[in-house]
């Protein structure tokens, strides 16, 4: 199972971003997405999930600004990032579960300042 994470950069609070995570390995539509965050010094957070069946499910804290998609021909997962906080910063990392195991990408890092 394979999982590139991409799309992180410097952007001022305010802007907007779009991550990306291409998977492989893996039957990409029948599994439940996942987007986690690491900021420096805290623990890894989920902060958005999205369902085989589209459903989705957001972190309290970015309800409203990011919205988790899928593309199940081109096997990718999506986070749209906006109107982006400093504390959004932080690593974010792409996750799934497959034959009871966790699989995670190796995280791109979204800074957001001035």
């Known amino acids: 199972v394979q999982l590139q994470a991409s799309g992180g950069g410097l952007v001022q609070p305010g802007g907007s971003l779009r991550l990306s995570c291409k998977s492989a390995g893996i039957n990409f539509k029948i599994h439940t997405m996942n987007w986690y965050r690491q900021a420096p010094g805290k623990q890894r957070e989920l902060v958005a999930s999205?369902?085989?069946?589209?459903?989705?499910d957001y972190a309290d804290s970015v309800k409203g600004r990011f919205t988790i998609s899928r593309d199940n021909v081109r096997n990718t997962l999506y986070l749209q990032m906006n109107s982006l906080k400093p504390e959004d910063t932080g690593v974010y990392f792409c996750n799934t579960e497959y034959k009871l195991r966790p699989y995670w990408g190796q995280g791109t890092l979204v800074t957001v300042s001035s």
């Open positions: 999205i369902s085989s069946g589209a459903s989705t």
